[in-house]
């Protein structure tokens, strides 16, 4: 009875914070992209207007193209600024459009601001899907994009790049988006404990994944717990680097004993690691995924083997968790690691920049 109370409460605390999180979306026109590590510096953005979250500025910086800003409709310029609100040393900027609307796009102003004024230095007139400005080498806090006239519709615009050579100043790296979720219509967790960089007291450290405990079934938006039967996918095309096909289970005597030395020192043990039965794929450009708890592995994932994005790897479960050692359900979940360049992606993030960069790193669906 408890347990189900539990679970009913768990839902509507998942079902509350995703449409908290989709509201403060919604209002933004402009924000702060700040992803600690993993962006050169955190910088101010603002847009003109924003259609909607689905379609707010933060798309024009996350170095994903099937992603993009939408203006409202309206009669009036819109334009886009970027405001690191310090110096930078900048001689190139990149724009992009989805391929249906450039062609709608007649000309467009690059502009800084000088003595509080916007200047224009750059002006195109010949725009392009995808468009590269060297510019003068400047030294600017603040710069702008100036769309003067309207489309007599919804602007978009898919990314807005700004560089010092080739170092990219105001975006993710790219090699941080573009994974699919390695869960068919998997439930993103949203609750600050699922996510990467949260306290783990009790293992004397830091959550270094996310859970995955859900499928959301559209329409109804219904969560289903993710059993034995459901299975995880490739979320890129990589290499397959660890397959635990001789994985021994613990029984109650060395999950206990584990336990207690996981607590009393910040280490974990080959073969004994509470991840239990795991993959690991590479996927190139120092971006690594691991899975954890899997209950079966499938059977061409071996070692060496080359994984195409979307490829079936093998089961959800609870291995390496008390309920495996029980023989229970217990605890069924994936628990899903991106590394990256050897730390684990999320370290040092609050939980909000955590899930925000989640949602980048896997394709909206
Ligand atoms: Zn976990």
Known sequence: MKLKYFKIILIAFLLITSVNAEEKLESEVRGIFDFGIYTTTPFHYEVSSS???????????????????????????????????????????????????????????????VWGNWKTILKNQKVKKDNSHFLPGMDASQIRILFPETINSHLSV??????????????????????????????????????????????????????IRFTKLNPNSELIPLSKETEVIATAKGKIIRADW????????????????????????VDRDFGGRQIWIDHGNGVITSFNHLSSIESKVKVGTKVKQGQVLGKVGNSGLKGEVEGSDEGIHLHFEIWYKGEFLGKGLKADQSYQLLQVFFKPY
């Open 51 to 113: 259609m909607s979250g689905k379609y707010g500025a933060f798309y024009l910086f996350d170095s994903n193209v099937s992603t993009q800003w939408m203006s409202e409709k309206s009669s009036k310029p819109a334009w886009i600024l970027v405001d690191f609100k310090e110096k930078r040393l900048m001689n190139r900027v990149e724009i992009s459009f989805p391929s249906w609307v450039y062609r709608e796009v007649k000309s467009y102003s690059i502009q800084v601001n």
């Open 158 to 211: 898919s990314d807005f790049k700004i560089f010092l050579e080739d170092a990219l100043l105001n975006g993710l790296n790219e090699h941080l988006t573009g994974h699919i979720f390695p869960i068919v219509d998997g439930q993103l967790p949203s609750e600050s404990y699922s996510l990467p960089g949260a306290p783990r007291a009790y293992r004397n450290g830091f959550h270094k994944g996310l859970d």
């Open 246 to 269: 001789n994985y021994i289970p613990m029984n109650l005597e060395e999950f206990e004993k584990q336990k207690e030395l996981t607590n009393q020192h910040k280490v974990t043990f």
